[in-house]
Every structure is written in structure tokens, then in C-alpha cells.
Nanobody
Framework: QAQLTESGGGLVQPGEWMRLSCTTS????????MGWYRQFPGKSRELVAV???????KYSDSVKGRFTIIRDDTKNTVYLDMNDLKPEDTAVYYC??????????????WGQGTQVTVSS
């Protein structure tokens, strides 16, 4: 059974920044693209950012220029650095490991989810 362990999240004020972390096993990390998705209430999960094992990143239009995804192969960890956070960024954020970057499948692995709330 695979594990993706997320950390970070919580309450932050608009304009501030936050880092999310996701750590997994070497076997899973090396074989998959790593990404972050978020889910708003009543909605399906949507892509935030993804990075391939070849270090090619992709961002959704809503976060491009503000968020940065970082893949650290030495630690089997992917980070999401979120800058200039806005209330509309409020969601549950999920780490993802999958064979096809940006295209979730039934074979993907998911983190437990972490709530990010941007509010005054």
C-alpha cells in the first residue's frame, strides 16, 4: 500500500504565502509525475500544478505566476509554494502521483488532502 504524506495548509491571510509539502516512497516518486490538485465544495478536483520526472512544470491559469511547484528527487518530495494567496484559493489541496502528468487515472496515488483557507 502506497502512502503520500502531505503537510502544510491551514489559515492564512490574503496576500500571504504558504508552502505545501508531499513526501512519498522512492519507488512511487521516481515512476510518476507529481502534482497538486484542489477541490472546491461541490466540485471535482482540478489541476493546480504538475511536474514530470523530467522537471517540466505545468500550471493552471488561475495560479500561474503566483504558485511554484518544486520536485526534489533527493527527498522524494514535491512542494507547492503559494504566493500572494487570494480568498478564491481556498480549497482542499491534494497531492497526486500519476503516470500521466495532468491526467489522473484510477492507478494514481493521492494524499490525504489538506485544507487551505485564505481569509482575514
Amino acid at each position: 500500500q502506497a502512502q503520500l504524506t502531505e503537510s502544510g495548509g491551514g489559515l492564512v491571510q490574503p496576500g500571504e504565502w504558504m508552502r505545501l509539502s508531499c513526501t512519498t516512497s522512492r519507488e512511487i516518486f521516481s515512476a510518476n509525475a507529481m502534482g497538486w490538485y484542489r477541490q472546491f465544495p461541490g466540485k471535482s478536483r482540478e489541476l493546480v500544478a504538475v511536474i514530470t520526472s523530467g522537471y517540466v512544470p505545468k500550471y493552471s491559469d488561475s495560479v500561474k505566476g503566483r504558485f511554484t511547484i518544486i520536485r526534489d528527487d533527493t527527498k522524494n518530495t514535491v512542494y507547492l509554494d503559494m504566493n500572494d494567496l487570494k480568498p478564491e484559493d481556498t480549497a482542499v489541496y491534494y497531492c497526486n502521483a500519476g503516470q500521466f502528468a495532468g491526467l489522473p487515472s484510477s492507478r494514481d496515488y493521492w494524499g490525504q488532502g489538506t485544507q487551505v483557507t485564505v481569509s482575514s
